[in-house]
């Protein structure tokens, strides 16, 4: 069982910036891969990050590449988002997960554990 829990999400203004940070219990974190997704009221949940069980392997929706990066620290059970360059269309509730997996996946029914997501709004 894992049990994930998100937090550092809020109001920014467009062009700043936000880390998320999701904290994990179970002792298999570091044997799985991880990911962040988001869903924005009206619109289907939706793929923005992954990163691999030992962080040597990232991908990303095209649509946040070059701006948001994700990292885990294993030794603190811990997943981040840095996210830059913020804009409105960013704003969602953004959710961390969990896979069985060991190498990244965008879809998000390879994701059996989800925490219960933090607000991210951005005004322009």
């Known amino acids: 069982q894992v049990q994930l829990v998100e937090s550092g999400g809020g109001l920014v203004q467009a062009g700043g910036s936000l880390r998320l940070s999701c904290a994990a219990s179970?002792?298999?974190?570091?044997?799985?891969?991880l990911g962040w997704f988001r869903q924005a009221p009206g619109k289907e949940r939706e793929f923005v990050a992954a990163?691999?069980?030992?962080?040597?392997?990232?991908y990303y929706a095209d649509s946040v590449k070059g701006r948001f990066a994700i990292s885990r620290d294993n030794a603190k059970n811990t997943v981040y988002l840095q996210m830059n360059s913020l804009k409105p269309e960013d704003t969602a509730v953004y959710y961390c997960?969990?896979?069985?997996?060991?190498?990244?996946?965008?879809?998000?029914?390879?994701?059996?554990?989800w925490g219960q997501g933090t607000q991210v709004t951005v005004s322009s």
């Open positions: 997960a969990a896979t069985m997996r060991l190498e990244t996946t965008w879809s998000k029914d390879q994701y059996g554990y």
């Open positions: 179970g002792r298999t974190f570091s044997s799985r891969a």
């Open positions: 990163i691999n069980w030992s962080g040597g392997s990232t």
